[in-house]
C-alpha cells in the first residue's frame, strides 16, 4: 500500500494556513553548542522548503540524543533553530518545551509561510513510550502531520506512530518518500544483486544477513564481522574481533547462502597489527597468525570485492571493510568505496562509517542513494513493516 504523499496534500489543497507538525530527523552532533555537522539539517530542508512556499505553518519536532525523559540543557534543540533560519532565510521561532499551553500559544500565533521548532521530544520519557497522553498532546498543536524522518521510522514513538490517529491528515515528508522509493529498488533488485555487509558485530546484522542471503546473488563480508564467519568455517583468525556466541548463526547463514546459490564472499587476505590502535606496525597476510588481529581485509579482497560492486546491477552496502578511523586501516573500506562508486547499477549506501568513506572520496554524486537511516533502511530491506511508515498507509 502506499503512503499518503505531501504532494497529494498540496494537490488537494491541503497545506495552505493550516498547522503542520513536520517530524523530523535533526539529531545533530553538537560541539560547543553548535552542529558539527548539518547534513541532517540540509536533508530536512526540501519538505521545509515545500510547506512554507505553500503556506503552510510549520511546527517543526526532533529527537536530539538520548535524554532519557530528562531536560537536558547540553541536548537543546536551539542550537538547531539559529542553523535552520541561517539556511532557511527566514526566521525560525523556538518552543523551549514540545507541548503545553506556552508551545500552544506559540504554535497558534504563527502566520502563514511561517515556522516554530519545538524542543528536544526525548525531554519526556512519553515519546520512546509511546504515551497515549503525550501523543494527544504534540497532536494538538496541528492539524496536518508530516513524518521526514525516516531514521526512526523502525521505531514505534508518539511522534512517529502515537499522535497520527489524532490529526485529520498524515503523510511522507519528502525525505521519506525518497527513501521509501529508493529503498524499494533492493527489494526488486535487478540481477546480479550484490549486498556488501562490514561493521563491528554478526549480532547487528543478522538479521539483514538471513534475510538477504536467500535474496542476494553475492553477499561480500567485510569488518570483524568477517571473522565470526571465517572462525564458523573453522579458519584460523588469531585474536581478531570475534563474537563466539555467534558462530552457530553464521553457520546458519553460511548455509542459507548454499542453498539459495548466493555466493558467500569472506576476506582471504587481511591487514593484521598486534593492537589496534594508530602507529602499530601493520602487514599483510593470508592468514592470521597468532598474537595478531585482522583489522581491514587486504588489498586483494578488496579488489575482488570492489569488481563485484562494479558488476552488480543493484547494490546495497552497509558497513565499513575494517578500523575504517585508524587510516592504516581505512584502505579496504576506501577501495570499496570506488569500486561501489564505479558499479554501473543502481547503488544504496547506508551506515555512518561507509557515508564518511564516500563523502571523505568525494564519491557521494555517483551513488544513487545516500540513506539517511541506517537502522530503519536494513530493517526496510529485509521487509520487516516500519511502524512509522505503515501509519502513513491509509
Ligand atoms: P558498526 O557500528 O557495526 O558499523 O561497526 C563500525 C565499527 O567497526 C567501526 O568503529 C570500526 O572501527 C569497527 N571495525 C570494523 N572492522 C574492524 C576490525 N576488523 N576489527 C576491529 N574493529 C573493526
Known amino acids: 500500500m502506499a503512503v499518503q504523499s505531501l504532494e497529494g496534500l498540496l494537490t488537494q489543497g491541503k497545506l495552505k494556513g493550516r498547522r503542520v507538525f513536520v517530524r523530523a530527523d535533526l539529531n545533530v552532533p553538537l560541539r560547543d553548542g553548535k552542529p558539527s555537522d548539518i547534513s541532517r539539517i540540509l536533508a530536512s530542508l526540501p519538505t521545509l522548503r515545500r510547506l512554507l512556499g505553500a503556506g503552510a505553518r510549520v511546527i517543526l ?3 536530539l540524543g538520548r535524554p532519557k525523559g530528562q531536560r537536558k540543557a547540553e541536548l537543546s534543540l536551539r542550537p538547531v533553530a539559529a542553523e535552520l533560519a541561517r539556511q532557511l532565510g527566514t526566521a525560525v521561532a523556538f518552543s523551549d518545551d514540545c507541548l503545553g499551553e506556552s508551545t500552544e500559544a ?12 519545538l524542543e528536544n521530544l526525548r525531554f519526556y520519557a ?3 513510550g509511546n504515551d497515549r497522553d503525550f501523543a494527544r498532546g504534540l497532536a ?3 492539524e496536518v502531520y508530516v513524518n521526514d524522518a525516516f531514521g526512526t521510522a523502525h521505531r514505534a514513538h508518539a511522534s512517529t506512530v502515537g499522535m497520527v490517529p489524532f490529526v485529520a491528515e498524515a503523510a511522507a515528508g519528502l525525505l521519506m518518500q525518497k527513501e521509501l522509493d529508493k529503498l524499494q529498488i533492493a527489494l526488486e533488485p535487478e540481477r546480479p544483486f550484490l549486498c556488501l555487509l562490514g561493521g563491528a558485530k554478526v549480532s547487528d546484522k543478522l538479521g539483514v544477513l538471513e534475510a538477504l542471503a536467500p535474496r542476494a546473488d553475492v553477499l561480500a563480508v567485510g569488518g570483524a564481522m568477517a571473522y565470526t564467519f571465517l572462525a564458523a568455517q573453522g579458519v584460523a583468525i588469531g585474536s581478531s574481533l570475534v563474537e563466539p556466541d555467534r558462530i552457530e548463526d553464521a553457520r546458519r547463514v553460511i548455509a542459507y547462502a548454499k542453498q539459495a546459490d548466493c555466493r558467500l564472499l569472506l576476506p582471504s587476505d587481511h591487514v593484521v597489527a ?3 590502535g594508530e602507529g602499530s606496525a601493520s602487514r599483510v597476510v593470508s592468514e592470521i597468525p597468532d598474537g595478531w588481529m585482522g583489522l581491514d581485509i587486504g588489498p586483494d579482497t578488496a579488489a575482488r570485492y570492489a569488481e563485484e560492486a562494479r558488476r552488480a546491477r543493484t547494490l546495497l552496502w552497509n558497513g565499513p571493510m575494517g578500523m575504517f578511523e585508524v587510516e592504516a586501516f581505512a584502505a579496504g573500506t576506501r577501495t570499496v568505496a570506488q569500486g561501489v562508486a564505479q558499479s554501473e547499477g543502481s547503488s544504496i549506501v547506508g551506515g555512518g562509517d561507509s557515508l564518511a568513506a564516500i563523502n571523505q572520496l568525494g564519491l557521494a554524486d555517483m551513488i544513487d542513494h545516500l540513506s539517511t537511516g541506517g537502522g530503519a533502511s536494513l530493517e526496510y530491506v529485509q521487509g520487516i513493516e516500519l511502524p512509522g511508515v505503515a501509519v502513513l498507509e491509509r
Do not use: C, K, W
Not at 106 to 117: N, T, V
Open 106 to 117: 506559540a504554535a497558534a500565533e504563527l502566520e502563514d509561510g511561517q515556522i516554530l521548532l
Open 61 to 63: 519536532s526532533s529527537h
Open 274 to 276: 598486534r593492537e589496534p
Open 126 to 128: 512519553g515519546e520512546t
Open 140 to 142: 494538538a498543536l496541528a
